[in-house]
């Protein structure tokens, strides 16, 4: 449990302390500790922007809780499940035979804070766990022979870097609110940033005790909002103008309502009005949709502002005078007529006709000038078509990297496959009840046991073994020379790529982008879990010159040395996208073939996509993918289904 004394105050960070009422990231924080079961808030933002210091700032604010502040918990970010949930107090199961839990983060986190930073970098199934906990305001545990439910009621606060890597959309989902925040680019408001920051570093107790005032005022006004809460009113033009608003921006399912109906409530409470307003919707709708919008991975979260107020016009209509009649009323047609038509039709008409009016393949007027002014003014290019299911391309043997969904290694969930002592590599796993028992038997004797309690001790535990499988770093090589540069080859190489871009996302890898055209390679994109910069990357990338095959390879070998120093246990696996040919300085096959040998000799596992078509073929990729030890995958054979056909017509 961290300690809240010393905290910034949240009054003193800049945007909190608006003219205008707390900026958005603000008033998300307000709005959920004001009513906890609008299911927390995730703060999204480049490094740098207050993130965590607002989060860590907000506990103090709050009214007390029996008399104690508070607590504010934050999940690391290498939690175990039984860190979070709690597990069995392993030390009195061996000291004293006893079964009893021990409480995980959940339990220390009610009636709090529970802070997960960086929480797009936590395991899909522990994020799942954390929503699902807050939504229902409580925790069970079924493992290790302990089964019980316990209360968990916490605000839930994520913050995350997109730089880093997306949360899946269903994950999105799942928090109630979303805020994107950034760096202001106001000259002013930057430097007043420095000046309170620096204040408070030479000073934190007297910088904390100017601002007193304001933290006192803000928790009066945050209890008196709670207390409000149960009485505010949203009537029944309000509730169909949220609905209407939710079918208007097309999202999935009705959290999105719920999240926005209770939001209103909130932003109602906390501006001291007994009912609910248009006013209220609007805020609580650009809070609760942006990210529920994001349909596909690689789609952008984002909120049409001209559309919401189109469809909130200017004020609710006035509740009837008297009793409803029964069946539908007059105007109920309405909603779910014209007036919600209109604005969605026009939202997607745009969308649709400019795909309409581009021809596969077509240069991006915008990026192809880019390329000119590198590499020379004949390069192209070219889009992306659909993208597809591809084959799975994983590392060569076991690893014991981080849980994922690509190669198979040694984790802590997964299939059971045997046991081992707690010290021994790959045994991080929950106690091996059966096995342990094996161990202790034939000590009973010795030890003094005639009858009664199994007698164990700390060298009988065993813990379990499993397999699953596991994220790697996947680095993009790919050939962006002359002779790719034909709008067909080229948006067919763009598309396999990016399909192996969406398959690396869905198994929660890590990916790297290296290109290599003229006389260099470059590193387009350093290794991130960010898919969604890999795939701009990509979109932006230019066809051109002439081939430095070997200049490329020799790029992705040094990027990969680095980044196994810097993350040892996650594997690698090298996509080269090719058609073999080397054409780039003095004796350009030769160098080309040596550096994939460095790289075979290196242990590296490697696929090569072959881009080669037409009638004559050189087979050049084919002996480079023997040099390199790799897999050799003509591009056409990269869709799962092309796989499939293959095998069947071999049949």
């Known amino acids: 449990m961290t300690s809240i004394d010393q905290h910034f105050p949240f009054s003193a960070v800049v945007g909190a302390d608006g003219p205008d009422g707390p900026d958005p990231m603000a008033l998300a924080l307000i709005l959920t500790t004001i009513a906890p079961e609008v299911g927390g808030v995730l703060v999204r933002g480049e490094k740098g922007t207050a993130k965590s210091t607002i989060v860590r700032a907000l506990a103090a604010v709050l009214p007390p809780v ?91 606060v994520g913050t995350m870097n997109p730089e880093e890597g997306e949360l899946r959309p269903q994950l999105l989902d799942r928090f ?43 928790q009066t006004r945050i209890a008196a909002a709670r207390a409000l809460l149960a009485s505010v009113r949203l009537t029944d033009a309000g509730l169909l103008k949220i609905a209407e608003v939710c079918a208007t921006f097309d999202v999935d399912g009705l959290r999105a309502d719920i999240v926005t ?34 349909r596909k991975p690689f789609d952008a979260p984002g909120l049409d502002e001209d559309l919401l107020d189109q469809v909130l016009g200017d004020d609710l209509p006035p509740e009837p005078d008297g009793p409803e009649p029964d069946g539908p009323e007059p105007d109920g047609p309405e909603p779910d007529g014209d007036h919600p038509e209109g604005p969605h039709s026009e939202d997607d008409a745009p969308a649709e006709g400019a795909e309409d009016s581009l021809e596969p393949g077509a240069p991006d007027p915008t990026s192809s000038s880019t390329g000119a002014g590198a590499h020379g003014d004949n390069d192209v290019t070219s889009g992306t078509g659909a993208t597809y299911r591809t084959r799975l391309l994983t590392v060569r043997g076991i690893g014991a990297g981080t849980a994922g969904r690509r190669s198979r290694a040694r984790t802590s969930n997964g299939r059971r496959i045997g046991a081992s002592k707690p010290d021994r590599p790959g045994s991080t796993g929950a106690i091996h009840l059966t096995e342990t028992i094996r161990a202790a038997a034939p000590h009973q ?65 890590k990916v790297g982008l290296v290109t290599f055209r003229g006389a260099c390679a470059e590193v387009a994109l350093p290794p991130t879990h960010s898919v969604d910069a890999a795939a701009q990357r990509l979109e932006e990338l230019p066809a051109g010159g002439r081939t430095p095959l070997a200049e490329g390879l020799l790029e992705a070998a040094h990027l990969l040395s680095v980044e196994q120093t810097r993350d040892p246990q996650r594997r690698p696996l090298l996509v080269v996208v090719t058609d073999g040919r080397a054409t780039s300085g003095a004796d350009a096959v030769a160098r080309s073939r040596a550096a994939a040998d460095l790289l075979a000799a290196a242990g590296i596992t490697c696929v090569v996509v072959d881009c080669e078509a037409g009638p004559m073929r050189m087979g050049l990729a084919a002996t480079l993918a023997e040099h390199l030890g790799a897999e050799h995958v003509p591009i056409g054979e990269v869709s799962a289904e092309a796989l499939v056909d293959a095998a069947r017509r071999a049949a």
């Not at 290498?78 to 995980?104: C, F, H, M, Q």
């Not at 000046?195 to 803000?218: I, T, V």
């Not at 809070?287 to 529920?292: E, I, K, V």
Request: glycine share 6%; proline share 3%.
């Open 66 to 156: 029996d008399g104690r502040p508070v607590p504010l918990v934050e999940l690391p970010i290498g939690a175990t499940e039984d860190r979070v949930t709690g597990s069995i107090n392993l030390e009195s199961a061996l000291a004293e035979g006893k079964a009893e839990y021990e409480p995980g983060l959940l339990a220390k986190a009610h009636r709090g804070i529970l802070y997960v930073d960086e929480v797009n970098l936590l395991h899909d199934h522990l994020v799942d766990l954390l929503l699902d906990a807050a939504a229902m305001g409580r925790a069970t545990v079924e493992r290790d022979g302990v089964s019980m439910t316990h209360e968990a009621r916490f605000v839930l």
């Open 176 to 218: 109630g609110l979303t805020v994107e925040v950034a760096a202001p680019r106001d000259p002013a408001l930057r430097a007043e940033v420095v000046r309170r920051r620096m204040a408070y570093d030479a000073d934190p107790a007297g910088f904390a005790e100017r601002y007193a005032a304001a933290e006192a005022a803000l």
């Open 261 to 294: 109906a209770r939001t209103a409530v909130a932003h109602a409470a906390w501006s001291g009005r007994s009912q609910v307003t248009l006013d209220d919707i609007r805020v609580a709708a650009r809070l609760a949709l942006p990210h529920r919008r994001r």
């Open 445 to 509: 004797f010795a030890r003094g046991r005639r009858d009664g309690r199994l007698v164990l001790q700390q060298a009988d535990l065993r813990v379990a073994v499993r397999e699953g499988r596991e994220s790697n770093l996947v680095l993009f090589c790919v050939d962006a020379s002359g002779s790719m540069a034909a709008r067909k080859r080229m948006e067919q190489v763009k598309t396999a790529v990016l399909s192996l871009l969406l398959d690396a996302y869905q198994r929660r890898d």
